[in-house]
């Protein structure tokens, strides 16, 4: 966005923050294709992607190491000078309720920031079982990325949650058919991911022999992927 001039002062107009949450067990070309759609789109200034200590609903879930997983994600975004790594969720005690992490964020940019949660269209039918909802979409702009496959029932979840259609935006997003859990399960089988992740990650991913022991019983749906 421009700088605004405030008595002689370089100030910059309100900054528009994307906010991209998940375990990132690994992160994929379809988060970062995600995050770049809604970054063009509603013009963002940066697009944050931020990992979870621990999802509050997969508490009992394997996860990999958070330095592994941040290491990673540093790879996958490096050639791109508006995407960052978020720290915010790791900084504190699990779990890392969605509420929490957006009222952090907003003390970290200002309160003159605007949010955007960036999340798949399927995701928002559990939006009443996370934490505090009526305070997520007063601290956010809710950015939906449609998903084939998934209508939501927008105006029943309005009746339980007033405001949510306005704080709502929904994208189409082009779809690309990856999930964290699937290629945990296919490094464990030694299937390929080449194309599914950028070179970087996948490199990082043989370097330091991760997924590979991983059973069945490990390879639970990610509710980010």
């Known amino acids: 966005m421009a700088l605004e001039r405030v008595s002689g002062v370089a ?9 991209l949450g998940g375990t990132f ?40 190491p958070a330095t592994h997983r941040c290491r990673m ?5 490096a050639g791109n000078p508006t995407f960052a ?15 929490d992490t957006l009222r952090l964020l907003k003390q970290e940019w200002g309160e003159g920031s605007q949010l955007y949660f ?8 559990g939006l009443l079982a996370w934490r505090d ?19 939501p029932d ?5 009746a339980q949650l007033p405001g949510l259609r306005e704080s709502l935006i929904i994208l189409d997003s082009p779809e690309l058919s990856v999930s964290s859990t699937e290629l945990r399960r296919r490094v464990a089988m030694g299937w390929p ?24 019983a490990s390879l639970t749906a990610d509710q980010h992927a």
């Open 11 to 19: 100030a910059r107009a309100a900054t528009a923050i994307g906010v």
């Open 118 to 125: 960036i999340m798949g269209q399927d995701a928002i039918a």
């Open 25 to 64: 067990d690994p992160i994929h070309n379809g988060h970062l294709v995600i995050a770049e759609e809604a970054r063009v789109r509603l013009q963002l200034d940066r697009v944050l992607f931020v990992p979870a200590q621990a999802s509050p609903f997969k508490q009992n879930q394997h996860t990999t």
């Open 133 to 151: 909802p009526a305070e997520i979409i007063r601290l956010a702009r809710l950015v939906l990325m449609r998903r084939p496959g998934h209508a």
């Open 73 to 77: 994600i540093e790879l996958a975004i």
């Open 85 to 99: 790594l978020s720290r915010v969720d790791l900084q504190r005690p699990a779990p890392s309720y969605t509420v």
């Open 193 to 216: 991911i080449r194309y599914q992740v950028p070179d970087s990650v996948m490199h990082y991913i043989m370097a330091h022999q991760l997924y590979r022991d991983y059973d069945s």
């Open 154 to 158: 927008i105006q029943h979840l309005e």
